[in-house]
């Protein structure tokens, strides 16, 4: 199984700030397996990026992903009020795993 | 548009089974596999399984095996997840979620199932 470790676990940001998630893996991840989710309390997670860096339906270009082999980020180029909020990371080998999350909070 | 409706909340004995509904719309059900997420309260999601739908085919994660069975019923576009032997830590908040036709994100969510276990 492969492990998705999410780094830092919190990041305390203000607005209008640049937002960099961390996803490592613990062994290479094929690019076409890899997503960002959004979660907002009390609410089902939001697919933003899939293979790694295609944006899903919806999604604003502020948010973008990059990576390949085991590691993966999300960036958020300027924090908009909604924008905070858990994210984690995704992948698919074998088994499907999700990273541990990165909560983006206001500063 | 596509929706994904489950089932109501559960309260469950520990023991007991629970099976939890997802009834799919708005685009062709056997062609879309569907996949299972749980959500503890504070922590993060963890895969349970997916079914593909046009033939039934499933894979379970491994610490599940045994334990959890997915089907499905064509004839209303539902799939069901059920899961036996109910502890404390079962007790999640449970997601399906539909598979991208060509790569392997979630792209859309149930709104989910609290299932509690508790005597």
């Known amino acids: 199984e492969i492990l998705l470790t999410q780094s830092p676990g919190t990041l305390s940001l203000s607005p209008g700030e640049r937002a960099t998630l961390s996803c490592r893996a613990s062994?290479?991840?094929?690019?076409?397996?890899l997503g960002w989710y959004q979660q907002k309390p009390g609410q089902a997670p939001r697919l933003l990026i899939y293979?790694?860096?295609s944006r899903a339906t919806g999604i604003p270009d502020r948010f973008s992903g990059s990576g390949s082999g085991t590691d993966f980020t999300l960036t958020i180029s300027r924090l908009e009020p909604e924008d905070f909020a858990v994210y984690y990371c995704q992948q698919y080998g074998h088994a499907l795993t999700f990273g541990g999350g990165t909560k983006v909070e206001i500063k | 548009q596509v929706q994904l409706v489950q089932s109501g909340a559960e309260v469950k004995e520990p023991g007991a089974s629970v099976k939890v509904s997802c009834e799919a719309s708005?685009?062709?059900?056997?062609?879309?596999?569907v996949h299972w997420v749980r959500q503890a309260p504070g922590q993060g999601l963890e895969w349970m399984g997916l079914i593909n739908p046009s033939d039934s085919t499933t894979i379970y994660a491994p610490r599940l095996q045994g334990r959890v069975t997915m089907t499905r019923d064509t004839s209303t576009g539902t799939v069901y997840m059920e899961l036996t032997s109910l502890r404390s830590e079962d007790t999640a908040v449970y997601y399906c979620a539909r598979k991208r036709l060509y790569d392997q994100a979630l792209d859309y969510w149930g709104q989910g199932t609290l299932v509690t276990v508790s005597s």
């Open positions: 708005g685009y062709t059900f056997t062609s879309y596999f």
């Open positions: 293979d790694t860096s």
């Open positions: 062994q290479s991840v094929t690019s076409h397996y």
